[in-house]
């Protein structure tokens, strides 16, 4: 992890007492940023969990980046590279409430309520989720915390995906059948020419639909989404890193592990290994 001098703010630390929970949170703060605020983790063990009090900065999850501003909740799953910067030409300083979870479970969570794709989320409403923790980790013993914040993390989670849910009803029918469409083919080589003629569209007017709505491209959303089955396939089962990549639509292993290394800047074999010790 390389980090840049250029934060202050409170830092609470809750080490583990017994057996850890499925969901732990050791620790979790504030952090006030100045301009040259720069923090990176080039293979992350710990998902974070941010909300922005005020200012703007850029996270970056992989290879994509995302500002996030004051009212936003950003959210970098373990098991890529991690990067966040304040944003140098905005006036107002960038500060933010975090949340570091360890273990295996949150990535399980994250699918299983479709926020894996979801790096930055606008006007959640889940502020005070996240002060609700603060003022926890000041006030209560560490075996309190315990039990309370694996509550205020699910919180956390099914209220992020309400809010989602509830846009996701205010898309337009024809980006919902592309979304649908697209959900349902994970496990399938991806198909533009069936998709084409499913929806009755080209590709080059769905792509910018679909950009318009969702925030991003068909095929990165693909790729992200085959990327999350990936790594779920490597923690939850015994498949060879081929047999993965088989199920997900690739016949040439050696493309899958080289897509698969570009996106989280590891192997599968050492994803699988780095994160079935840590889990």
């Known amino acids: 992890m390389l980090n840049k001098p250029g934060k202050s703010g409170p830092i609470y630390h809750l080490p583990l007492v017994g057996e850890p929970p499925p969901l732990s949170v050791q620790f979790l703060g504030i952090n006030y940023c100045e301009k040259d605020y720069r923090n990176i983790r080039t293979l992350a063990t710990i998902t974070v969990f941010g909300f922005v009090l005020s200012g703007q900065g850029v ?5 994509q980046s995302h500002t ?4 936003d909740i950003f959210i970098l799953p373990a098991g890529c590279y991690h990067e966040v910067t304040s944003d140098i030409h905005h006036e107002e300083q960038w500060s933010y409430i975090w949340l570091n979870i360890s273990g295996n479970w949150i990535l399980k969570m994250l699918e299983a309520y479709q926020l894996l794709p979801h790096i930055v989320t606008q006007d959640s409403g889940l502020e005070h989720l996240f002060k609700e923790a603060i003022e926890a980790a000041k006030q209560k013993s560490v075996e309190d915390m315990q ?3 694996q509550i205020i993390l ?6 992020l995906s309400e809010t989602l849910r509830k846009r996701g009803n205010a898309l337009t029918s024809t980006v919902q059948a592309i979304k649908q469409f697209l959900d349902n083919s994970i496990l399938h080589p991806f198909d533009s020419r069936g998709l084409s003629s499913h929806i009755g569209l080209s590709m080059k007017q769905m792509n910018r639909l679909f950009k318009r709505e969702v925030g991003t491209t068909i095929y990165n959303y693909v790729i992200t989404k085959k990327i999350e089955s990936a790594k779920l396939m490597l923690l939850d089962t015994r498949l060879t890193i081929s047999d993965i990549g088989y199920k997900l639509g690739y016949d040439d292993p050696h ?3 080289n897509l698969f290394h570009s996106k989280t800047s590891v192997r599968p074999s050492d994803f699988r290994r780095i994160f079935s010790q840590s889990g």
């Open 147 to 149: 039990c309370e914040l």
């Open 154 to 159: 699910m919180r956390m989670i099914v209220g």
């Open 59 to 63: 996270v970056r999850v992989g290879t």
């Open 255 to 257: 493309y899958f592990s």
């Open 68 to 71: 996030a501003c004051e009212g």
